[in-house]
């Protein structure tokens, strides 16, 4: 029990020591830059009740910027939001495209992008999930760092709203993002990017093929930043945070949409090296099998010092995950119960990814045979 607490608390300071160096690295933009240069390119489908308010939220925080929103022709619900939107901000330069259901085994996110692609050409082509609220620090970081990086991404925050399923993915991101994308970058290269919000220069675009050579790709995310990697360029990581409000409608689509997750992050540990696979291992998976075998030994060995031992874990855990949390994000967004309950359902996740390669993306189903084969259930 003690070794394992050690352990654990080694690996979690480890972490947040090496994610709060990393973050300090960087000067906060100012909130005032000018941002018109940026085209904010966001494939929508409804179907979460916050679309809107996510998407007007991204208009009043960038009034200045360009938007693009790509539409499914199937989509009533999302054309309708989306011209509501249009009539209700006549001064905003937004700009909607209709577009047909991608073919079989084609990333319908990259098939969108790619089409947006060739009416963007003269700009930075910022992409934007469409439940991501993007912010004015972290947009002018990313268009900054496109001076000397090929493409720029930032960081995940979850709002942590709604109820036991939507707090257990915001607790699972949340304690994740930080700590898992920045203590790497002490290592190696950033591995992907984080595809709910990532900037490159139209041009630079257009030279590495634009989306075209990914569209068989399942995970859009890896595949370009795989692609930026082999044509020469580069990847910058900032520490400055995009926020994300995903409805989670009960457990069932808790369930799927950790599934689709845990998937891609087996397609991103296939992709690499055996020693940083290693690695990603030792810093991601291991604490967590380290916290079941506290609470497994609490309770076959319940008493004092076992007590002793859980307490001083998570009383260290949760100062550990608040300091990064507020470093990061600009204030604690950790609940205690919720948080470690994310933590000990990643290796159920993870468990579940390597037996099941079928995901559930939105309101398509796919099986995944590789990073670059998959196709509709």
């Keep these: 029990m003690a070794a394992a607490g050690a352990l654990y608390l080694t690996l979690l300071v ?8 990393y973050a300090r690295r960087f000067q906060r933009p100012r909130a005032g830059t000018d941002l018109s240069a940026a085209t904010i390119v966001q494939p929508i489908l409804s179907g979460d009740p916050d679309l809107g308010a996510a998407l007007s939220d991204n208009l009043a925080s960038l009034p200045e910027a360009r938007f693009f929103w790509m539409v499914d022709e199937s989509d009533a619900a999302g054309q309708e939001i989306t011209a509501t939107l249009m009539q209700t901000h006549p001064d905003h330069r937004i700009e909607r495209r209709l577009c047909p259901d991608p073919p079989p085994g084609i990333n319908p996110k990259l098939f969108k992008l790619e089409r947006a692609r060739h009416e963007a050409r003269h700009s930075v082509f910022v992409v934007v999930d469409d ?32 109820d036991l399923p939507s ?10 993002a930080a700590l898992a994308y920045l203590p790497l970058l002490a290592f190696a290269a950033p591995p992907t990017i984080n595809g709910m919000t990532y900037a490159i220069a139209a041009s630079t675009l257009d030279s590495i093929g634009g989306f075209a050579p990914l569209l068989e790709h399942v995970a859009d995310d890896l595949a370009v930043a795989e692609r930026v990697r082999e044509t020469g360029g580069t990847i910058r990581q900032t520490p400055f945070p995009q926020f994300v409000a995903t409805s989670v409608r009960g457990w069932r689509h808790y369930w799927t949409l950790m599934h689709r997750w845990s998937v891609f992050a087996t397609l991103l540990l296939g992709r690499q090296t055996a020693a940083y696979a ?7 998976g291991v604490p967590s099998i380290l916290l079941w075998m506290l609470v497994l030994g609490a309770l076959i060995l319940p008493g004092v010092p076992t007590m002793a031992i859980v307490v001083s874990v998570v009383m ?14 600009g204030r604690s967004r950790h609940r205690v119960a919720v948080s470690i309950a994310a933590e000990l359902l990643q290796p159920v996740h993870l468990a579940h990814a ?7 993306w939105r309101t398509r189903r796919y099986t995944v045979r590789a990073h670059d084969d998959f196709g509709a259930v």
Aim: net charge positive; proline share 1%.
């Design 14 to 21: 480890f972490k947040a020591a090496l994610a709060l160096a």
């Design 131 to 162: 439940d991501t609220r993007v912010t004015r620090v972290g947009m002018a970081a990313l268009i900054e760092g496109l001076a000397a990086d090929t493409v720029t991404t930032g960081l995940p925050c979850y709002l942590d709203r709604g």
């Design 167 to 176: 707090r257990l993915v915001a607790q699972f991101v949340n304690n994740n």
């Design 278 to 284: 290693a690695l990603i291992g030792l810093l991601h």
């Design 316 to 329: 260290v855990r949760a100062a550990a995950l608040v300091l990064v949390q507020r470093a990061i994000t």
């Design 354 to 360: 390597l037996c099941s390669s079928r995901i559930q």
